[in-house]
């Protein structure tokens, strides 16, 4: 049976000690397509993400005329080794005027951007659709670019979004600019096809210079066998994040709580000492790192070192300090860190002693998250969306421009809306660990990046956390306790 519409997570009432794949980087994995394509040479991407925006560039990729083996992978039900057939840079040709080829990009922000430059390397004319929400989704600022570069880029109404048509003419040298104010992914998606078109791009907008997506891009060009080999995709950290949360969500409950004339003083128990001091503040942050992990904990296989993930560096965010930037500290995983900011527990003004940490008598300090502007523009408008649920559970969420102040407050359960958002899903199912009564509406959507994501909360320790998962009616009843296959998102 598939998921069901409404699930509620049953909190886990002690530590558990884990060690939990998580499958390749969305990321990289659609990079590496593309670059596969281009190349000149059989290419076998390994560790690949299997999920519905891999699954679209796949058949994208397909539908052009490429050449793609795909094969399971023993180590993760949800990657997969593929293979393919690089054609040295040439594009298949497309459709005519009237008929032009179809390539239907879903919700996959990735593939709908990164096809566009690759398409206008081929001949004929294609057509990019998707669903409702890409059509609403920012375009503008990539098709002004191809327009640079001399070539026919057509959106079916005056906005400058997809639906599209666009023009094949081959490669043709040229220079354009092109702004990341919106979207990093406009500046790879030239980036990945430059070498083959000839193109001198030029980055402009904010941290031009710095983001963690487009350097990605640039790291594996820099890397990729062009002709012909094999790559492995590392695990995505931004999938791992929810696993790294669970271990400090679990841990919580378990510090044992003893009041004094001073505030109030926690001992530690064994295996849960996970804080050191941050210079120059009165806060600690977490030393949730593969070497320094305590004994009772949650821990995320294989995790990435490579610096190609700026999500990568989330273990060093618990708890999290009074400010994070989305802008040069964490991407997608900030949306992790606001959820469980919110608990009442990582607000904590704590100072350690020798066998003792000390919550000092000012509680709940204020966590500020700025630089949100671009997850406004991805799979919902992701800013009123954690605003509005987080409200639900009781928590209070200021709102100024791109910035959410979380006041961590005492949190009671509520049904979780999801706006067909995977990481909406995914954050407030780890809420859920610790959170009585969280209810989460269309847990199917984690297919998008995380199809066994809820497999792996409910399978035993150690290769999952052991959680209950329960069908919930429409009278709010739990009905069924879900598991194996039952929890996949198909």
């Not at 070497?291 to 610096?307: A, C, D, H, N, R």
């Amino acid at each position: 049976m598939a998921l069901p519409d409404l699930i509620e997570i049953i909190p886990l009432s002690a530590p558990v000690r884990a060690e939990i794949t998580v499958p390749g980087s969305k990321s990289i994995t659609n990079r590496a397509l593309l670059l596969a394509a281009l190349a000149d040479g059989e290419v076998t991407l390994t560790g690949a993400l299997w999920s519905e925006d891999t699954q679209i560039m796949v058949e994208c990729l397909k539908e052009l005329g490429f050449v793609v083996h795909v094969t399971h992978d023993p180590e993760e039900p949800c990657n997969r080794t593929i293979l393919v057939v690089g054609e040295g840079g040439l594009v298949p040709a497309g459709g005519t005027e009237r008929e032009p080829l179809e390539l239907f990009v879903g919700n996959a922000g990735t593939a709908a951007r990164f096809l566009a430059p690759l398409l206008c390397l081929g001949s004929g004319v294609y057509r990019l659709s998707g669903v409702p929400r890409m059509h609403e989704r920012p375009q503008a600022a990539m098709f002004h670019a191809l327009h640079e570069l001399g070539y026919r880029v057509e959106p079916e109404y005056v906005n400058d979004k997809l639906p599209a048509r666009i023009y094949g003419e081959g490669p043709k040298k040229g220079k354009c600019r092109v702004s990341i104010e919106e979207s990093s992914q406009f500046a790879s998606a030239l980036l990945l096809s430059s070498k083959i078109g000839g193109w001198e791009i030029e980055i402009i907008g904010e941290n031009a210079e710095e983001s963690p997506y487009v350097a990605m891009t640039s790291k594996l060009m820099e890397a990729f066998p062009k002709n012909g080999g094999t790559f492995q995709i590392e695990p995505d950290a931004s999938s791992g994040s929810y696993f790294w949360a669970a271990g400090w969500v679990i841990a919580i409950p378990k510090i044992t709580q003893v009041k004094t004339d001073s505030g109030m003083k926690v001992k530690i128990p064994q295996g849960i000492q996970i804080f050191t001091r941050t210079k120059g503040t009165g806060f600690l942050r977490g030393k949730l790192t593969p070497e320094e992990l305590p004994i009772e904990s949650v821990k995320v296989q294989t995790w990435p070192s490579s610096g190609l993930q700026i999500d990568a560096a989330f273990p060093m965010f618990l708890p999290a300090p009074s400010s994070i930037s989305r802008a040069n500290e964490l991407a997608d995983s900030i949306m992790t860190l606001i959820v469980l900011s919110a608990d009442q527990d990582a607000g904590r003004d704590w100072n350690i002693e020798p066998g003792i940490i000390e919550a000092r008598e000012t509680l709940f300090r204020p966590i500020n998250f700025s630089n949100l502007g671009r997850l406004r523009v991805q799979e919902t408008e992701r800013v009123f969306a954690l605003k509005t649920e987080l409200t639900k559970c009781g928590a209070r969420v200021v709102e100024e421009g791109d910035t959410l102040t979380v006041y961590p407050s005492e949190l009671h359960g509520a049904e979780i809306e999801t706006y067909n958002d995977h990481r909406m899903a995914m954050c407030f199912a780890i809420l859920g660990l610790k959170v009585p009564g969280i209810t989460i509406k269309n847990p199917a959507c984690v297919k998008k990046t995380f199809p066994n994501f809820f497999q792996k909360l409910s399978a035993a320790p150690p290769h999952g956390l052991g959680a209950e998962i329960w069908e919930v009616n429409k009278q709010g009843r739990r009905t069924r306790r879900l598991d194996g296959h039952d929890l996949f998102a198909e």
